[in-house]
């Protein structure tokens, strides 16, 4: 959530000691009149924040619910892909019963084969006994032969016999060929029906599969989006906090700055009587002397004198002069290695230095400030931020990474140059102990596009 963080001007809080009763009033209007409208812009801005957080609420909920879908369509899928493999499972089945079924209709072939065989040399065994008598079988000739009438009778049933046997010969070999050849049309119709519903089923199980992945992509996706969204909004309210921490420094400040044009207003007006008090002594004074110079001559030139000079002596015991702002040299903020400077860095932007040691290290304010926030962020660990104001220039510094527990200040808190402010530790998005510290020309936000290289202005 890059967005622009107003500036917030501490030149004119941080000094709060400078304004004498001699500063025009139009001067205090003005100052005033720049801390409202820090307020108002940190406002405005803090409800800029408020809008991207529900927005990010929203897109997170979208999400979420997009992810519910998909997880929905992974079990529905997961569902239909458990029934195609069953239905596959039942195919291979039924191939199989199909295959043993067409063994058996095999060995059926081979002893129809055998039978047929069989036929056939029955037939070649008629057709050479038709041929060796001449290639006809007299049957007249067989009955006349009869010995008696039962032998006739007998040799009549005889040759109907033979005559139908090879009539049934004949015909049980066409039907057995006709049987032979409409079952292996069956066996093979069947089974590359069988083979054909199975490539169907396995096909329609590589598309569900597809299609479950694919979900399951989806879901991957929309859990980074998610995630990309709830950091998002996490910077957000991170980002509104410091905000309204200015927020609220900046209405310290124009209480200050009200109480401070009341009690200017309050000093002029005494400074006033005081003055008039003095012109009426003054007048009285040469009024005296006049007098005097009349009674005694030349004594009054003296009088007068001593009293235009004893006027500018009071005049100037009343002026209060206005001391120079704060604009002490910044001090190293801890012990340690420089082992990381500012610039890109593993693909990102590194917006300060790090400054490595181990042990119980202490870590301090590098110049004069007020801090701002003082907490436990997602990716700071534990921070704190202070802003200063040097030869009427607003930074801001940032002290990360600090040991669990070990921060000394508070929101708010004015800190002198060199107090200790926590110690070196490794919390938040952290490898290792050491201080990631920060130098801001101005106010920080979360692009950090004021961000310095403190190398050659901060002493390291």
Known sequence: MKKKMVTLSLAAMMSVGTVTATLPTNAFADKLGDLESQSEELKKEQSNIDSQIDKSQKEIERLVGEQED???????????????????????????????????????????????????????????????????VNYIDVLLGAQSFSDFIGRVGAVATIVEADQEIVRQQEEDKKSLEQKQAKVKEDLASLEGMRKELEKMKANLDNQKKEKANLITILKEEEDHHHAEKISGEEEKELLAAQEKAVAKAIQEEKDRQAEAARKAEEARQAELARQAEAKKAAEAAKSAKQNAGTTSSSGNSGSDSSSESSGGQEQVQTPPPSSGD????????????????????????????????????????????????????????????INGQTYTTVYAHMRSGSRSVSNGQTVSQGQQIGLMGNTGQSTGQHLHFELHKGGWNQSKSNAINPVGIVPL
């Open 70 to 136: 998909a997880k929905t369509a992974v079990e529905r899928l997961t569902k239909e892909i458990s029934d195609a493999e069953a239905q596959i499972d039942e195919k291979n089945k039924e191939i199989e019963a199909k295959k043993a079924e067409i063994k058996k209709l095999e060995q059926e072939i081979e002893d129809l084969k055998e039978r047929i065989k069989q036929r056939n040399e029955l037939l070649k065994d008629r057709a050479r006994s038709m041929q060796e008598s001449g290639g006809t």
């Open 330 to 389: 910044w001090i190293r903020p801890s012990a340690g290695v420089l082992t990381s400077g500012l610039g890109q860095r593993w693909g990102s932007y590194h917006a300060g230095i790090d400054l490595a040691a181990a042990g119980t290290v202490p870590i301090y304010a590098a110049a004069d400030g007020v801090v701002i926030q003082s907490y436990h962020s997602s990716s700071y660990g534990e921070v704190v931020f202070i802003a200063h104001s």
